[in-house]
């Protein structure tokens, strides 16, 4: 076993300054993960050519690939940073922020976006007033389970950012946004608007804009189904669409 | 509901109908390649017999596939590259979009080469004549069979993947499982369209 790992970093001071590469070799410990190397870096800033530099910034607070806030790309590949395992990864290890949102500061990125897709779609259930409504519908152990799977979304940004539709210069939603249409019309609550989502879906921005690349199902972290999540709001979308031609 | 959905939704279904269906269609008609001359231009003559041929031909052909082609370069500037994911799905992303050019390189040229070069030069009528002379011509002749490989191997892979990307925009097939069970059988109707294409141009090779 080697005693030293070695990172090269694309580090970023201010919102608006350039990217420059930076090379860290930090001791080896065996079962460490991204993050707990990042916490040596921080604990000792020093680069591979002996000087003191600032700590190198990231974000992350669960810790155990639930909050989705470490996300970052590893070797290329996007990744929470909490369940990437130094011993499984070719090294030197590369660590970047994520490409399709602002980069704050080193490898902490704004995945406002994404939060404002979400907005969006009105990825809530819509309860009007503190009166009260009574039990909720039973659910079918079925749907529980379609659910429950859609539910584990943490809106981490991996399947936009490998979704090869998905860029700064467009409005696309992405893949979380459209499987969170897709739990919340299917909840016997939620669904009251179901046909105010599918308006937004029909937007510029919406459902049109997947181009079937089904990089985003094989990026999610938690094997969410997006795919069939998206494929699922498409036939939404086109009874919609059929409503609207037909019997508008 | 606005034009932007509207146009994507347009675009994938004018690949299906009428267009996939039109190639289905013609390279049907080219297995009359393997009866000979006569009764080839006379299939082929058939069909402009009719005092409507030309405007079947502009509005259930040539609109529709003008409309995909185009519309489906400008969505390919929406595309960004993504090498570090390397599954099929994304391979197949861009073998679609790759695909998609080159097959309407090779329709503009086809188009000029069988229907309005013909015209042009006055030799309409001959079809099965002009095209085994194309392909027999000892200098270009390589270049045309060449091409002509390139180009129905492109069309055929362009409508049957579409098929399957078709499935899932429109929701017909939901589930991973039938998704690759949509795969599947678009992969087999590739193979049919590819070895019929094939077949009728070994007539003339």
Known sequence: ?248 | MDSHFLLRRIHSLTGIVPVGLFLVYHLYLQLYLHSGAEVYNEVINGFYDSPLAIWVLVIVVYIPLFFHAFFGIRLMFESNVQPSYTYFSHLLYWLQRISGVGVLLFIIAHIWNTQLGPWISGTWGAHFEHLSSGFADPESGIITKAVYLLGVIGAVFHFSNGLNTFCMTWGIALTPKSQIRVRIISFIIFLILAGSAFYALSAIW
Request: hydrophobic fraction near 35%; glycine fraction near 6%.
């Open chain 1, 1 to 248: 076993m080697p005693d030293t790992v070695t990172f090269k970093i694309k580090r970023q001071d201010t919102e608006t300054s350039g990217s420059y590469w930076e090379t860290f070799i930090i001791p080896y410990i065996p079962n460490s993960n991204v993050i707990s190397c990042l916490m040596d870096i921080q604990a000792n800033p020093v680069n591979a050519k002996g000087e003191e530099v600032a700590p190198v910034v990231w974000e992350s607070n669960c810790l155990e690939e639930v909050c989705g806030a470490c996300t970052m790309l590893i070797n290329g590949k996007v990744h929470q940073s909490c369940s990437a395992l130094v011993d499984k990864l070719e090294k030197p290890i590369r660590l970047e922020p994520m490409s399709k949102f602002p980069v704050v500061r080193d490898l902490t990125v704004d995945r406002s976006r994404m939060f404002d897709a979400l907005k969006k779609v009105q990825a809530w259930v819509a309860a009007d007033g503190y009166h009260d409504l009574g039990p909720g519908d039973r659910l079918s152990q079925s749907h529980q389970e379609t659910a429950y799977k859609l539910s584990e979304c943490m809106t981490c940004g991996c399947c936009v950012e490998a979704c090869p539709q998905y860029s700064s210069d467009n409005n696309f939603l992405g893949a979380a946004a459209i499987s969170q249409t897709r739990l919340f019309n299917m909840h016997p609550t939620a669904k009251n608007i179901a046909d105010e989502r599918l308006d937004t879906l029909m937007q510029e921005g919406g459902i049109a804009d997947c181009g079937n690349a089904q990089n985003c199902v094989e990026a999610c972290p938690k094997s969410i189904p997006l795919t069939e999540s998206i494929a699922e709001m498409g036939r939404q979308v086109s009874g919609k669409l059929w409503r609207n031609i037909f019997k508008a």
